[in-house]
């Protein structure tokens, strides 16, 4: 039985989360602890998670229509393989079971810790990448297989799976960083909405906290659009950084 102060907790963890999503990523480090801080089971509260943080994907995605109008024939050949790679991720962390996944999970986020430290250089050496004179890669094909396997490791964690993306698209694809970016997240939202429409009936769903963490979400992310440019993210990616750090030493111990 979660006490009213726990839904006031997972709220503002949620409104963190929605912001810092919009700033600079990684707020499943900071919804996923404190989800089993309550007494939620770690696959009980990933899924949850999940589910909750579907409204913060869609708005991402919505909000940079523009540039996936041009995207089209990629989108017909990925979306389908991000889709298949999430509930595939689904199936495998319901089959895993709680205390497999729970061995799991410090090795997880701190895979997510390190995908999101290395965001800036690859950033950057997609930029470069961008701006050179290599050959074009016009069979955009290549891109559906890696695409399917950072889906499945979406579908079963998700935290970095945005990085994870974007990274195998500047090796795969040869286009702007701005379109690339775009592309990232039509993905990313594909990822999260499959895995979270099979969770559904799963049963695993914690309804009552989904819906307060997809609320606060919102509104953090609202908030954090509206401040991003005033804030550094590479401040807050490191402190986000360092907070998954300190929970998987936490989890190591425990």
Excluded: H
């Excluded at 039985?1 to 503002?12: A, D, F, N, S």
């Excluded at 041009?70 to 990925?78: H, W």
């Excluded at 430290?117 to 950033?123: F, K």
């Amino acid at each position: 039985m979660i006490e009213w102060y726990e839904y006031i907790l997972v709220g503002l963890a949620a409104l963190a989360a929605g912001a810092v999503n919009a700033i600079a990523g990684g707020g499943t480090l900071i919804t996923f602890p404190v989800l089993t801080a309550i007494g939620i089971p770690a696959v009980a509260a990933n899924i949850t998670n999940t589910v909750a943080l579907c409204p913060g994907y869609l708005g991402a995605t919505f909000a940079q229509l523009k540039d996936l109008k041009e995207q089209k024939r990629r989108l017909y050949l990925l979306v389908p393989a991000s889709i298949v790679g999430g509930i595939i991720g689904g199936i495998l962390l319901l089959q895993s079971g709680e205390r497999l996944f729970r061995s799991l999970v410090p090795f997880l986020i701190l895979l997510a810790s390190a995908l999101l430290a290395a965001a800036d250089p690859l950033r950057k050496w997609l930029i470069r990448r961008m701006g050179s004179n290599a050959a074009k890669m016009d069979f955009d094909g290549w891109a559906v297989l890696p695409v399917l396997l950072a889906a499945v490791y979406g579908g079963y964690f998700g935290a970095g799976l945005s990085v994870i993306i974007l990274a195998v698209l500047g090796l795969t694809l040869n286009d702007s960083l701005t379109k690339l970016n775009a592309l990232k997240q039509a993905l990313a939202f594909s990822v999260n909405i499959a895995a979270a429409i099979f969770f559904v009936f799963s049963g695993s769903v914690n309804w009552p906290v989904a819906l307060v963490m997809a609320v606060f979400a919102w509104l953090g992310g609202t908030l954090g659009g509206k401040v991003a440019g005033r804030i550094q993210p590479v401040i807050l990616r490191w402190i986000v950084v360092g907070i998954g750090v300190i929970v998987s030493i936490l989890y190591f111990i425990r």
